[in-house]
């Protein structure tokens, strides 16, 4: 499968971007999809997971209640809803998929720029 990142830019503190990952291939309902971050410096972490129907869902610490995972299957898409966003989340964002029983993910796409102004 193939992904594709978009949305990423530039908003001040406190305000909201939302990031859409195009997915190609037929069997985009059988991945599980995550949302993954790296900031300048640190480690590539992971923000958001949900699975295939959407009913699972995963968020890291630091944006729980803030950002918001979802996917549509009838449009091989899935997107991050971000809001009251923080200088500290500035990163490049990354979608990825994998299959429900990998242990890791098997598909990356090639990242969105995310820069929060204080």
């Known amino acids: 499968v193939q992904l594709q990142a978009s949305g990423g830019g530039l908003v001040q503190a406190g305000g909201s971007l939302r990031l859409s990952c195009a997915a190609s291939?037929?069997?985009?309902?059988?991945?599980?999809m995550g949302w993954f971050r790296q900031a300048p410096g640190k480690e590539r972490e992971i923000v958001a997971r949900?699975?295939?129907?959407?009913?699972?869902?995963y968020y890291s610490d630091s944006v729980k209640g803030r950002f918001t995972i979802s996917r549509d299957n009838a449009k091989n898409t899935v997107l991050l809803q971000m809001n009251s966003l923080k200088p500290e989340d500035t990163a490049v964002y990354y979608c990825?998929?994998?299959?429900?029983?990998?242990?890791?993910?098997?598909?990356w796409g090639q990242g969105t720029l995310v820069t929060v102004s204080s």
């Open positions: 990825a998929a994998k299959y429900p029983y990998s242990t890791s993910y098997d598909y």
């Open positions: 291939g037929r069997t985009f309902r059988t991945y599980v």
């Open positions: 949900l699975n295939w129907s959407g009913a699972s869902t």
